[in-house]
């Protein structure tokens, strides 16, 4: 293992400052928001369905509780949209990582409820019809007012929630497993007319006034957060394909330009979704990361070949029409709390680690960045990295190698600083005094992140962006 540092940290002391307090913010209201709805759900099934009391029989009860268990997947199935319709200052409060994990938890819960809202009012049906139960279940899924949409729709949702599991996404595209999921917008409109035509929480005026509403809000902010302002931003920023740069083998950095791009007041480890108009394919987008800081006509990302989309980017050509969703993510400057900065990136991750560290404001000797990657060949940035260290007093480690094991953060090598938390504090005494950014493949996240715990870091000061889908 090659160990190399630039500048090294000078003697100078920098000023102590203390983790500024957790305040108030948008993102307290968000959960309690959510529990709310679900709340609410369960005194209307109550006020509507007698609760308890109205469990008197064994077909009642698996049918009261089946109306219930529908419910509640319907609420958590538009928490689910609204949690990633790309509502500002929702994406602001939580950031886009952690909404993507809840958004995640949240469908595979909706989806056990919902199997659980088919099984109930089958078992319903089967205890009132014994001797017919095959017409009772026929009628319960196809010929019964807008059931057979509703049985399209669940096993949209079905097929949804089979490709997200992890072991399922790994045989998967990026973009054949982005076009699925798309399709549980189908499911979920597919499902909706049932519950008004046959739900019996939905024949009190203001019970259906309380759905119309749920379900507006959530249809209403994915048609202006998920097209409405991408597209109207798309228009004004005019955003073309200016240059494109071979970092590495199968790296490439791309420049576009535009217009009044300092409107969306973009900040340095934000990403975009990118759409570039190159042929067949354009509709499908991709998230990329800024690699430098932005300025008010130019935006630069540098995109790893893992698909198609990205394999198509060696091969755009200036001039070639972008169109973009965001900014969005959180892993900038504006969640610093701490007097030092320490930025830990892996292999492609270092595209918003080289941006944090042009524009950023520090002095000189308050900023650390750890690099790893496998080949001298796959570096990306390393003479641009310098070149920001030579100019601001960073101190820059670079950590050459393939990685020792898939629990550490380190490269192997005979060279090694010890265990993962022993490396972390032989490289960075001060760690407990720094705000901690990391970025790369979601297991090495993982390590870096118990060993920053473990050798002093506070866990809200450590800052992370998952390179992963």
Not at 40 to 49: D, G, I, K, R
Not at 281 to 295: D, I, K, V
């Amino acid at each position: 293992m090659t160990l190399t540092s630039i500048l090294p940290r000078g003697h100078r002391e920098p000023p102590t400052r203390r983790r500024t307090q957790r305040g108030f913010t948008p993102a307290d209201p968000l959960g309690a928001l959510a529990i709310l709805s679900a709340v609410a759900v369960v005194a209307l099934w109550v006020m509507n369905q007698g609760g308890p009391l109205g469990l008197t029989t064994p077909d009642r009860a698996m049918g009261s509780l089946g109306q219930l268990t529908g419910l509640l997947a319907s609420d958590l199935m538009v928490l689910q949209v609204v949690l990633l319709a790309r509502i500002p200052w929702v994406e602001r409060a939580w950031g886009h990582d952690l909404l993507t994990r809840r958004h995640r938890w949240i469908g595979f819960a909706s989806f056990w409820l919902m199997i659980a809202h088919v099984a109930l009012f089958a078992a319903e049906r089967v205890l009132r019809q014994p001797a017919a139960f095959l017409e009772a279940l026929v009628r319960l899924f196809v010929t019964d007012s807008w059931m057979l949409f509703a049985t399209v729709g669940t096993l949209l949702l079905i097929m949804v929630v089979v490709t997200s599991i992890r072991a399922a996404r790994r045989r998967l595209r990026y973009e054949s497993w982005h076009l699925l999921h798309l399709y549980s917008y189908a499911g979920i409109a597919a499902t909706f007319p049932h519950t008004f035509t046959d739900g019996a929480d939905f024949h009190e005026t203001w019970t259906r006034v309380y759905w119309w509403c749920l379900y507006g809000f959530a249809f209403a902010s994915a048609l202006l957060y998920r097209i409405a302002l991408p597209a109207w931003r798309s228009l004004r920023h005019r955003l073309r394909v200016e240059s494109v740069h071979v970092e590495a083998p199968g790296v490439v950095s791309i420049t576009a330009e535009g217009h009044r791009l300092d409107r969306m007041r973009t900040a340095s480890g934000q990403f975009f979704i990118w759409r570039f108009l190159d042929g067949p394919g354009w509709s499908r987008g991709n998230p990329y990361t800024l690699s430098a800081s932005p300025t008010d006509d130019r935006l630069r990302i540098t995109i790893k070949a893992a698909g198609d989309g990205s394999a198509r980017a060696a091969r755009l050509t200036p001039g070639t029409r972008i169109l973009i969703e965001g900014p969005y993510g959180t892993l900038t400057a504006r969640r610093r709390t701490r007097p030092r900065m320490l930025l830990i990136a892996a292999g492609i991750g270092i595209t918003p680690m080289r941006a944090l560290l042009e524009d950023t404001a520090y002095a000189p000797g308050e900023a650390t960045l750890i690099y790893r990657y496998g080949e001298e060949e796959h570096a990306v940035f390393t003479e641009e990295l310098r070149a920001i260290a030579d100019r601001r007093g960073v101190e820059l480690i670079l950590l050459p190698g393939p990685r020792r094991a898939n629990t550490s953060w380190q490269p192997a090598g005979p060279g090694h600083l010890g265990d993962d938390v022993q490396a972390l504090r032989h490289l960075v005494p001060d760690i407990d005094r720094c705000d901690v950014y990391v970025c790369g493949p979601p297991a090495w996240i993982g390590a870096v992140r118990r060993a920053a715990t473990a050798a002093g870091a506070h866990r809200d000061d450590i800052h992370t962006e998952e390179f992963a889908w």
